[in-house]
């Protein structure tokens, strides 16, 4: 029964009439309407709705609002005053501790309580504080950073190095420039999907199949229809048609039949959520079950489950062939060939998958959406639906990280358009963390078989791959996922005759689709692996292996790459030397052990089976002399907006604060292929470098006739455009610009668009230089393992990486330690776990992301190579941070106990089943 | 649903009674809200008991036990000073458990009363030879905690009864301590296996006199390793006798395999564990101090 409850809220007193089930989170979220408290789970694990309750941490999820009533309620809304941060907020902008900005509220509440019981806690206390608070975003050390510089100001924290830009005298680019959206981030006021509401939007929810693989016999919606507050009830035969960037298999909601647990079957939209939810448990759907394979191996063996019209499941086939490995195995002295697993990985965004759709009455569609590639989006739902792309509308603010998985079209958003259509009015519909565990996109698991020849010396002589894709049920990014590790595969050693097929192959499980690395994980855990085995079986030292076959500066990879730089045994050497590789190996103590591992990864690319790799930017001058960007990019944490900020300062001789980066609203910014691949600072900033020359050729015509020189003459510097030959010449930007725009006739507004050079593999032999740039980096780590429990824990970490030239050294660094955080995830514990074709860990509670407590030190260097193809030199960068994470810890286990784990993750488990077969194994040789 | 937030013991006891089968007690709603969350259980309605005064106290009863009201949160257990004199074991448990956010609001009484087997609480309450205090509409009794869980998120609790204290006897002197808790990921999580143990030695340091296990996560419930004990109990120990012991105590063991970890490796981390946790506690209670 609803009741008033009385609560106080930053020293004000506001009353609500609720339920008594209504969480405190739920109570400051929609009916005070203070969203800067953030909901991203829903087992009262993440720590994202962190406030204070009379002064101590408390999880407002797990707190009933009516329970509340008399405390003293905190939350991140008050910490500020209008402008003016709390010093906790200051440091969290100082520190780059904000990326995404979903955990930076509940993170700053957490702190701000330890801080008020303990102003001077150890960095223990502080891990502890926040140890409830889970981040995907920056592996957490910049967070720490942040809280011991306001828990004791004598904590003076190196700042990363300047590098080679900064120190060529660029003034903006190549420093540690603090984010653009830290203000908005760390005061809980950044706006995202998940927190929008609109008037009179309405709430959809989808059913989703608890059976693996099942044909639908009935679906009885009625009962659900006419339950009160329910405005439309949608099912399979509503669908519009078929979808998907590769293969045309996704409907939104199953049609015929369910393919995984977690298959959409009906949708429904109501007043609120609860209704929604309620009017789900309503419809009753009678299946016809089917036999189910979840196993991708498996699903190709003939008689397998058929579950797409594809034959053995095969989706498709993707293969490169360079040279003739048949030679070369014949010129080899050894040919291994081993076996590799890998995960299903979640990508675990803390803002989940969500978007609120709106069908107008003149066919004219507005979606906000939390989404890496709005243009994609808008395209995706234009063939989709049948309506012109410029009737459709794609807002999207900041998103609260993505991975990759939030760049395609998902049953939500064709859901909610259709909901929306039939009910007239806007539908929001969001994942609930179940949801996303079970049924967003995920890494694709594989099985790798690896067949390597080498000669007694060490020298590779061929490699053929085998790699079986799990696609899951239907087929997202599988086919580029296998063409991008095709062709990154080769790019690493020097192989002169290499073969890879990939076969994408259908199961019942969770689609698998694009996540940071995009295909190079799976590779990399595969051949470093195997590289320090053969070094192992030949008696070789590891990094000697790695030196005779790197590829080097100027090579052409077989596999087509075209390395123009190549910074690979530079960070593999820096590396090493940096965690004490060689003495490590030699004195080391028991159960301790160090490895490292090497790989490369794209900067964006043309794996899609399209011809185009573009960037778009429009930079307008105002006559204030600021700088306003609409780029296509999306800033979801990777901290884009401040290197696109960067760039237009440096070539305006501005300040930073005197550029803006406009929110991303397809009726606006240009064309751009989105926030993914590794492209956003290196091609989207190359956009906006090539927007502002443009925009400075309109304004240096002015100035010249002005200043009297010639246009070529001019120069913008401090504010002023100067001419170069006589400084003495100088007009203020902002006075030229006002003056163009008040008495020339002329406003400043210049668009381009990038192509990234770079070419389609060939369609015969797979072969291709298909991306402008190759980055490369060496992660290496040293690990103890408790022989007896099989823990794993990671002492120290190294991370050396080739992303070209660095336009912001903190952002990069901060990349990195995400990066390598995600990939210690990767590495040791998470999976998601199918049994009986159910998956059995869909919360933060039992799959297991890092927290802070599993955080190493992470040291992180970069070697900087000049490419000539990118912005100011840079490649890409995000992704290399966490490709080679898990051989390196597989590496570092081997030489700790003498076991090799070949499929992740590195669980304990396995550890000591290969130590007691170790053990049998030594017996019954002596 | 229907909430109410009595400020008696008896006046909670008639509205659980009055509303039935459908009402759920909130102590700190820290389980009960997760739970609530995942639909696991839907309450008609919800009877408070933040509102009594008497189950917030940690008090010295007249026989010198430590009693402590189930509305006592971990953090209180972990910095009040009655049971860091009395029973540190349990400081240190509360200070493993889950993060600080679920220790400020999350009680012992609700924490015992879910029956959650990878808690951390009951097995060193079970080393600590701790009854607890129920009243119902029939009056109240006392129990050992050991027989307090009955099956997987089943206590012994009837209609109409509250767990109300927490009751731990005045502890022997020259005992050691240990509460190890085991997780894959960090002592956020619920432990795969969690072994709290008390070792009582005798004047010689080297017989053990009294040894108390309690299992968290190994079982449907926590469990009590009594035939490990008395494998224990007046004898010598050295390493070959806490490994027995551990042996001993993973027999007592039926673990489930879930996606935490297998039962398989459950039972290896209960051989394993029992005898560290045996050794710490020896260790501590043949250090200088406890004597």
Not at chain 1, 534 to 562: C, E, H, W, Y
């Amino acid at each position: 029964m609803k009741q008033t409850v009385n609560l106080k809220v930053n020293g004000v007193e506001r009353s609500i009439y609720v339920e008594p089930n209504r969480t405190l989170q739920d109570a400051l979220r929609l009916d005070l309407e203070m969203t800067g408290t953030k909901k991203c789970c829903n087992d009262g694990y993440c720590g994202a709705c962190t406030v204070m309750l009379d002064g101590v941490a408390a999880k407002s999820c797990l707190v009933l609002a009516v329970e509340a009533e008399g405390k003293e309620i905190e939350t991140i809304e008050g910490l500020s005053h209008g402008t003016e941060l709390d010093p906790l907020q200051k440091a969290f902008i100082d520190h780059g501790a904000s990326q995404c900005g979903m955990c930076s509220p509940g993170m700053i509440m957490s702190a701000k309580a330890l801080l008020r019981e303990n102003p001077h806690p150890t960095k223990d206390q502080i891990k502890e504080a926040i140890k409830g608070n889970l981040c995907r975003c920056t592996g957490y050390i910049k967070i720490l950073d942040a809280i011991a510089s306001v828990a004791d100001e004598n904590e003076e924290k190196e700042k990363p190095k300047e590098l080679s830009l900064a120190h060529s005298g660029k003034k903006w680019v190549g420093k540690s420039v603090p984010r653009v959206d830290g203000r908005e981030k760390v005061t809980g006021k950044a706006p995202y999907v998940i927190d929008m509401v609109l008037p009179g939007m309405l709430y959809g929810e989808i059913l989703r199949s608890d059976v693996p693989h099942a044909r639908i016999v009935s679906i009885d919606t009625s009962e659900a229809e006419k339950y009160p507050g329910v405005l439309a009830v949608i099912t399979g035969k509503d669908m519009v048609g078929h979808y998907g960037n590769f293969v045309k298999d996704e409907t939104g909601l199953a049609v015929d039949k369910v393919r995984y647990v977690g298959d959409g079957v009906a949708a429904v939209a109501a007043r609120t959520q609860e209704i929604a939810t309620k009017a789900l448990s309503l419809i009753d759907v009678e299946y016809e079950e089917l036999p189910f394979v979840t196993d991708a191996e498996k699903a190709m063996q003939e008689g397998a489950p058929q579950i797409q019209e594809a034959e053995r499941n095969i989706a498709d086939h993707r293969r490169v062939v360079a040279g003739d490995v048949a030679k070369g195995f014949e010129k080899a002295d050894f040919v291994y060939e081993d076996r590799f697993e890998t995960t299903k990985q979640a990508h675990a965004s803390m803002e989940p998958h969500v978007c609120i759709g709106y069908w107008g009455p003149s066919d004219r569609i507005t979606l906000y959406d939390s989404n890496q590639a709005p243009f994609f989006m808008r395209a995706g739902i234009s063939s989709l639906f049948k309506i012109p792309a410029s009737k459709i509308r794609v807002n999207t603010p900041y998103i609260g990280g993505g991975f990759g998985g939030k760049s395609e079209v998902d049953a939500i958003h064709v859901c909610s358009l259709i909901l929306s259509k039939k009910t007239g009015c806007s539908v929001k519909m969001a994942l609930s963390r179940d949801e996303e565990f079970i049924s967003s996109k995920t890494r694709h698991k594989e099985i790798i078989y690896m067949k390597t020849g080498v000669t007694k010396n060490g020298k590779i002589t061929a490699r053929q791959i085998r790699a079986i894709v799990d696609n899951g049920a239907y087929t997202s990014y599988g086919p580029a996922v296998a063409n991008a590790q095709s062709m990154l595969g080769g790019a690493v050693y020097r192989i002169p005759n290499y073969r890879y097929d990939g076969y994408i192959v259908y199961t019942n499980t969770p689609v698998g689709g694009a996540f940071r690395g995009f295909g190079s994980p799976q590779f990399t855990f595969a051949a470093e692996s195997q590289a320090d085995m053969i070094a192992k079986r030949l008696g070789m030292d590891p990094l000697d292996f790695r030196r005779k076959n790197l590829t080097q500066p100027g090579d052409t990879a077989i596999s087509g790459p075209v390395l123009t730089t190549n910074g690979a045994e530079q960070a593999m050497e820096t590396a090493a030397k940096a965690i004490g590789f060689e003495e490590k190996r030699k004195n080391e103590a028991p159960y301790h052990g160090v490895g490292l591992a090497v790989a490369t990864h794209f900067t964006s690319g043309k794996y899609i089976d399209m011809n185009a790799d573009f960037a778009g930017a429009t930079v307008k001058v105002n006559e204030d002399g600021s700088v306003s960007i609409l780029s296509g990019q999306i800033e979801m944490g990777s901290g884009v907006d401040t290197a696109l900020s960067q760039i237009a300062a440096e070539e305006f001789g501005v300040s930073i604060e005197d550029v803006e980066v406009a929110m991303n609203d397809s009726d606006s910014t240009p064309p751009d292929m989105g926030t993914h691949g590794s492209r956003s600072t290196t091609l989207g900033g190359q956009a906006v470098y090539m927007a502002c020359q443009k925009a400075k050729k309109q304004i240096a015509e002015v100035a010249a006739v002005k200043l009297d020189c010639e246009s070529e003459d001019i120069i913008f510097k401090d504010k002023q455009v100067v001419c170069k030959s006589d400084p003495s010449k100088a007009v203020g930007l902002a006075q030229l610009v006002a003056d163009m725009l008040f008495d020339g006739g002329k406003h400043v507004i210049a668009s381009a668009h990038f192509e990234a050079p770079c070419s389609l593999p060939d369609p015969e032999t797979g072969v291709g230089d298909f991306a402008m740039a190759y980055s490369f980096g060496t992660h290496a780590a040293s690990v103890e393992v408790d022989p007896e429990t099989g823990k794993v824990k990671v002492l120290d970490f190294v991370a050396a990486s080739d992303c070209g030239n660095v336009i912001n050294p903190a952002g990069a660094e901060a990349q990195v330690q995400g990066g390598a955080v995600q990939g210690i995830g990767y590495s040791l514990y998470e999976d998601i776990k199918i049994r009986e074709g159910q998956p059995i860990n869909t919360r933060f509670g039992t799959y297991k992301i890092p927290t802070v407590m599993t955080v190493p030190p992470i040291r992180s260097y970069f070697v900087e190579t000049n490419d000539p193809r990118g912005t100011y030199g840079s490649k890409g960068l995000a992704e290399m941070g966490l490709v080679p994470t898990a051989p390196a810890i597989a590496n570092a286990i081997e030489d700790a106990i003498g076991v090799r784990i070949q499929s992740l993750p590195l669980t304990p488990e396995k550890i000591l089943e290969a130590l007691k077969e170790k053990k049998e194994k030594e017996k019954q040789e002596s | 649903m229907e909430y109410v937030r009595p400020s008696s013991i008896k006046e909670a006891i008639d509205a659980l009674t009055e509303f039935g089968e459908g009402a759920k007690l909130i102590a700190g709603g820290q389980s009960l809200l997760a739970f609530m969350k995942q639909g696991m259980f839907e309450p008609d309605a919800l009877v408070s008991l933040s509102g009594i005064p008497e189950l917030k106290e940690v008090e010295i009863d007249e026989d010198g036990s430590l009693s402590i009201g189930a509305m006592v949160t971990h953090t209180e257990i972990m910095h009040h000073p009655l049971i860091l004199e009395h029973a540190p074991l349990l400081a240190e448990t509360a200070g493993k458990v889950a993060s600080t956010q679920i220790r400020n609001m999350g009680t012992w009484g609700g924490n015992l009363s879910h029956g959650e087997p990878g808690a951390d609480p009951p097995a060193a309450l079970i080393a600590s030879n701790a009854t607890v205090k129920i009243t119902g509409p029939e009056g109240t009794r006392a129990i050992p905690v050991e027989d307090f869980f009955v099956d997987y998120l089943t206590t012994d609790l009837n209609p109409g009864e509250i767990l109300t204290h927490i009751i731990v006897p005045v502890q022997p002197e020259n005992c050691g301590t240990a509460y190890i808790k085991h997780t894959i990921r960090d002592n956020g999580d619920l432990a795969i296996v969690g072994i709290g143990v008390r070792v009582t030695m005798d004047k010689s340091r080297t017989l053990i006199q009294d040894a108390r296990i309690g299992i968290n996560g190994a079982s449907l419930t926590t469990i009590r390793a009594k035939e490990a004990e008395k494998l224990l109990n007046g004898n010598v120990w050295d390493e070959n006798l806490l490994a027995a012991a551990g042996e001993q105590s993973a027999d007592a063991c039926e673990p489930l395999d879930d996606a935490e970890a297998s039962a398989e490796y459950r039972i290896k981390m209960v051989k394993v564990l029992v005898r560290r946790a045996l050794k710490q506690a020896i260790d501590a209670a043949v250090a200088e101090k406890a004597y």
